[in-house]
């Protein structure tokens, strides 16, 4: 397609019709067109009326009508201020877990050399900028899907980061992490009960994996126990336990790891306002 910019965005907003707010759709378009044209997303604010061609936009245009979200479009999310490689098979990250990032940061630098384990690591988003932002830090990330580790290992690579990626179930007991210890487990699970689905949009429930987001509405917590009994025996003596949560789910998260035996116990809000994060000490012993 052969046009000016803004004819361009104009065009991928009208095949995007009502998935998203006009704001959203617009921002969206400069996003997938930027990436496509191989130049930085500003020109597309600054120089609207310049003339430019675009090859296969077309294609583009039909994956955003189907709800096709963005990133898995272009291959790539910003996270941390760190450029991620990202496709079907791992969840995008939020910018909600980056507070989680930051939080854990903050507890780490208390910390000589801090020993992290991210569970569910996906992206290996965490993990990698935790690697980054903790460079005395020694760090490990585990994951139950072979596509979400081959994913992490190239991101880690390409960032150039040393993080041990192993494949681990989280629902059994994460005994690839046995025998070792740790300062600070930090995980964002699967938390959003089946029931949720119907009432979310497209771009998640029709292209991102599923095994990512959602649990039985009977047990939401189902990951969060299980991994909160695993870690009694993987942090060390003054380990601190964090996840990112379920906001309808805060109290009765906080019930069960004081149920578990965890000290400590503190939720924080995340930049919309909503219960998001939770950090928690080891039982004593």
């Given at each position: 397609?052969?046009?000016?910019?803004?004819?361009i965005?104009?065009?991928?907003?009208?095949?995007?019709?009502?998935?998203?707010?006009t704001?959203?759709?617009?921002?969206?378009?400069?996003?997938?067109?930027?990436?496509?044209?191989?130049?930085?997303?500003?020109k597309?604010?600054?120089?609207?009326n310049?003339?430019?061609?675009?090859?296969?936009?077309?294609?583009?245009?039909?994956?955003?009508?189907?709800?096709r979200?963005?990133q898995?479009?272009?291959?790539?999310?910003?996270?941390c201020?760190?450029?991620?490689?990202?496709?079907?098979?791992?969840?995008i990250?939020?910018?909600?877990?980056?507070?989680?990032?930051?939080w854990?940061?903050?507890?780490?630098?208390?910390?000589?050399?801090?020993?992290?384990?991210?569970?569910?690591?996906?992206?290996?988003?965490?993990?990698?900028?935790?690697?980054?932002?903790?460079?005395?830090?020694?760090?490990?990330?585990?994951?139950?899907s072979?596509?979400?580790i081959s994913?992490a290992?190239?991101?880690?690579?390409?960032?150039?980061?040393?993080?041990?990626?192993?494949?681990?179930?989280?629902?059994?007991?994460?005994?690839g992490?046995?025998?070792?210890?740790?300062?600070?487990?930090?995980?964002?699970?699967?938390?959003?009960?089946?029931?949720?689905?119907?009432?979310?949009?497209?771009?998640v429930?029709h292209?991102?994996?599923h095994i990512?987001?959602?649990?039985?509405?009977?047990?939401?917590l189902?990951?969060?126990?299980?991994?909160?009994?695993?870690?009694?025996?993987?942090?060390?003596?003054?380990?601190c336990?964090?996840?990112e949560?379920?906001?309808?789910l805060s109290?009765?998260c906080?019930?069960?790891?004081?149920e578990e035996?965890?000290?400590h116990?503190?939720?924080?809000?995340?930049?919309?306002?909503?219960?998001?994060?939770?950090?928690?000490?080891?039982?004593?012993?």
């Open positions: 397609m052969r046009g000016s910019r803004a004819d965005i104009n065009y991928l907003c009208a095949q995007m019709g009502d998935l998203y707010s704001e959203e759709s617009r921002r969206i378009a400069r996003i997938v067109a930027a990436h496509k044209s191989g130049v930085d997303e500003i597309f604010l600054i120089e609207p310049e003339t430019i061609e675009i090859v296969d936009i077309e294609h583009t245009a039909k994956e955003l009508a189907a709800g979200p963005a898995y479009i272009t291959g790539e999310c910003e996270f201020g760190i450029k991620f490689a990202i496709r079907e098979g791992a969840l990250p939020r910018p909600e877990t980056e507070e989680l990032v930051m854990a940061v903050e507890r780490a630098k208390a910390m000589t050399s801090p020993r992290i384990a991210d569970i569910c690591t996906g992206s290996g988003c965490i993990a990698i900028s935790l690697a980054k932002l903790l460079p005395n830090a020694t760090i490990t990330a585990t994951d139950i072979d596509e979400a994913l290992k190239e991101n880690a690579a390409t960032i150039g980061v040393g993080v041990e990626i192993i494949k681990d179930d989280a629902l059994g007991g994460l005994q992490l046995q025998g070792k210890k740790y300062d600070i487990i930090v995980s964002n699970p699967p938390y959003i009960p089946l029931s949720e689905r119907e009432a979310m949009h497209i771009n429930t292209h991102e994996p990512a987001l959602f649990v039985e509405d009977n047990n939401p189902l990951f969060y126990r299980a991994i909160a009994r695993a870690a009694q025996e993987l942090l060390s003596e003054q380990g336990l964090m996840f949560i379920h906001s309808p109290k009765e906080t019930d069960m790891l004081k035996g965890y000290t116990i503190e939720v924080r809000k995340d930049l919309f306002g909503r219960d998001r994060m939770i950090c928690c000490q080891r039982p004593p012993k």
